[in-house]
Nanobody, 114 residues
Framework: QVQLVESGGGLVQAGGSLRLSCTVS????????MAWYRQAPGKQRELVAR???????NYGDSVKGRFTISGDNTKNTLYLEMNSLKPEDTAVYYC????????WGQGTQVTVSS
């Protein structure tokens, strides 16, 4: 049973920073990629950042230059470093693991006040 648990969300002022973590447990093989998505109220879930096996990354246009995705294989943990946060970054952030099946965490709320 693969489980993803996010943490690190919270309330921050515009211009501030947060670091999200996603800890993965369970047995799995053939990771294709891991990613962070977010969903704001009334909007579709959107890709924030993705990291592929081998380290290649890509980012949503709205977060390029402000957010950084990384992983620590020794801790089975995925991170999202978020800097220069804006009110429009407010959303529930979800961790995603892509094997032959996709797995999702329960989400962590990020609220950026103006």
């Amino acid at each position: 049973q693969v489980q993803l648990v996010e943490s690190g969300g919270g309330l921050v002022q515009a211009g501030g920073s947060l670091r999200l973590s996603c800890t993965v447990s369970g047995t799995f093989f053939s990771i294709y990629a891991m990613a962070w998505y977010r969903q704001a109220p009334g909007k579709q879930r959107e890709l924030v950042a993705r990291i592929f096996v081998g380290g290649h990354t890509n980012y949503g246009d709205s977060v390029k230059g402000r957010f950084t995705i990384s992983g620590d294989n020794t801790k089975n943990t995925l991170y999202l470093e978020m800097n220069s946060l804006k009110p429009e970054d407010t959303a529930v952030y979800y961790c995603n693991l892509k094997l032959t099946t996709e797995y999702w965490g329960q989400g962590t709320q990020v609220t950026v006040s103006s």
